[in-house]
């Protein structure tokens, strides 16, 4: 009897073990269970921008998790990733009353970071979101913080494309910024739009062209922006040629003098290089204006112009206007003719040497070359007989 006792309160006590071992293990009422723990995971993943290393200055791993569910396409992968074997959890895409616009923003932010690195992601990110995030790009760059703007115009290189009309216009607006960044990136976006969004574009080109405040580097990009739109940048001519005759860089110069002989009218062109070519200080704006001559309309005032260059006090500048002549061809014949008579040697020679370039299309100028035979000038009789030889061969 006493046996049966023991044996009776061992089988008790054993039961209300197990029931306490039991409670403990189990889920408390309003827990959610692992999978909720896996989701919660992946959303603090969302929160911080994917990278391949730490970058300076910026622990992307200390970045809260937003306090709403993953509304993008990277949550959606995140999720479903993180399961084991479950269905994943669904994720909507990004909103379309712009409540994905605090995560581009913070994208937006890491994407004006001086790491490359962290650009990088924040690219990646925000071509996640697709074309949803478009319009807080936009917003962004139009009034947002300094750092979402810079992120803005930096993001958009590259990707703004002619349908874009909004961030098309943003960055046009872009180009007058007061910072230095947002202006260049928007001008290196603003490069690669259609040519009526350029030409939209044309007053803010020609003042940034204009800016001495400017870097001359991108005061040259923005003239050669200009130069495509070829005959309709015609309303900056004026603004051009004051810089092309005024401005203290050189290479600012260069750049405009291209852009004149694309989109100055011929003949306002044509007396423009005229000028430089006789009358500017400088061998290599006066070399390029000789250049630029055979691209606009020539008259017998540039043949005359280039002709008398070819006594320039400066080798380079006699070359190009010799090379210019050449490839205007048959009409600068008679104006070399009648440089064959000049009293100064140095036109002499390279009118020579220019018209036995030019072969058999000078054929006009081989009498006067036989007179040249008893030139006082020895060099400009070798250079005559040569000419003859090139001339009839």
Known sequence: MVRTVRFLLILTIGGVWGCADHSEKGPAPGDSGPGSNRIEADSSAVGSVPSTSPSAGTDVSKEKAPADPPTSAVGAEGASAAGDGSAPAVVAGPPADGRDAPEVSKLLTQMSSEASIERRAAADALDELGPEAMPSVVKALEGG????????ALYLIGRVSP?????AAALIGALASTDEVVRHAALQAVERLTTEQV??????LAALVANGDETAAYRSRAARAIAKLEGLGGPAVPD????????TDLGVRLAVFFTLSKVAPPEEAERFFLEELSGNRQAELRRVAAKWL????????????LTAALGDVEKAVRLEATDSLVAIGRPAVPSLIKALESPDVAVRRHAVVTLGKLGPLAADAVPKLKRLADDPDQEVRALAASALGLIRA
């Open 145 to 152: 913080t300094e750092l979402e703007k810079r992120g803005a």
């Open 163 to 167: 349908a874009h009309g909004d961030a």
């Open 294 to 305: 055979t691209r606009v309309a020539v008259s017998e005032k540039s043949l005359q112009g």
């Open 199 to 204: 030409q939209r574009a044309l007053p803010a």
């Open 240 to 247: 051009l040629m004051r810089v092309a005759r005024d401005d």
